[in-house]
């Protein structure tokens, strides 16, 4: 398996999987959110929650990162644009590895596909939303884990 290089908008290394990072406590659960392209209209309309289903978690205990296979200047920008208050990790490269090891790499594309991934501690999966078709409903991470207790 290729180890996933992450780097966050601010070009911090990451180490695999996500859950601490550079000045970034760990959870028990954290939410990956896969976006398969940071400028496209429909992840920009998922960006544009973000922040608040983010509070929320962490009124819960609970991380949130997202990954997409942008470059780091790329995410920067979106992230400063967005006002994110989240690590937004690039997996440019190897392109796609973390996509890739949750199975969610489109080939053909090269992107991820629509995903949310909740992974424990040491990564193990444990949930996952999938878009069919359109934006994800950010508050439906909130819901699985709700569900879940």
Same mark, same amino acid.
């Given at each position: 398996m290729t180890v996933p290089a992450l780097?966050?908008?601010? &070009?911090?290394?990451? %180490?695999? +999987? +996500?859950?601490? &990072?550079?000045?970034? +406590? &760990?959870?028990?659960?954290?939410? %990956? =959110?896969? =976006? +398969?392209?940071?400028?496209t209209p429909v992840c920009m309309s998922e960006l544009d929650q973000v922040n608040d289903l983010a509070h929320q978690l962490t009124d819960m205990s609970v991380g949130l990162r997202l990954i997409a296979p942008d470059s780091v200047p790329v995410l920067r920008l979106v992230s400063d644009q967005f006002d994110l208050r989240v690590p937004f990790l690039s997996d440019f490269w190897p392109h796609g590895a973390a996509a890739k090891h949750y199975g969610i790499l489109d080939e053909t594309t090269g992107r991820p596909k629509r995903v949310s991934v909740l992974i424990s501690r040491k990564g193990d999966v444990l949930e996952t939303i999938t878009a069919m078709s359109g934006a994800r409903n950010m508050t439906e991470h909130l819901s699985v884990l709700q569900n879940k207790k």
């Open positions: 780097r966050d908008q601010y &070009g911090q290394e990451w %180490l695999f +999987p +996500p859950v601490e &990072g550079p000045d970034q +406590p &760990g959870h028990d659960v954290t939410w %990956l =959110i896969f =976006i +398969p392209g940071a400028y």
